[in-house]
């Protein structure tokens, strides 16, 4: 089985940067796309970013502009690199891995953006 192991979260103000990083182990037979997905209190969890294996990225209108996904293929490491940050970024941050048989979840990190 695969897992995800995400890091980075914490508090920072708000205009300020975050970079989570998501370490993957195991087996990438059959991965298809990384991506980090989003939870805030009392809201579904949605997607923020996506990349698959050709490098082809998705982003959430959100995120447009100010987030960046990225994937060092050699080192299984995805990254989110979130540039200013609002309040309504506040939420658990999770890792996804999805495979053409299904997908994988890490336990998630916690990101607040607050003065």
């Known amino acids: 089985q695969v897992q995800l192991e995400e890091s980075g979260g914490g508090l920072v103000q708000p205009g300020g940067s975050l970079r989570l990083s998501c370490v993957a182990s195991g087996s990438f037979f059959g991965l298809d796309a990384l991506g980090w997905y989003r939870q805030a209190a009392g809201k579904e969890r949605e997607l923020v970013a996506r990349?698959?294996?050709?490098?082809?990225?998705k982003y959430a209108d959100s995120a447009k502009g100010r987030f960046t996904i990225s994937r060092d293929k050699l080192k299984n490491i995805v990254d989110l690199q979130m540039n200013s940050l609002k309040p309504e970024d506040t939420a658990v941050y999770y890792c996804n891995a999805e495979y053409y048989y299904g997908t994988h979840w890490g336990q998630g990190t916690l990101v607040t953006v607050s003065s």
């Open positions: 990349i698959d294996t050709y490098g082809d990225t």
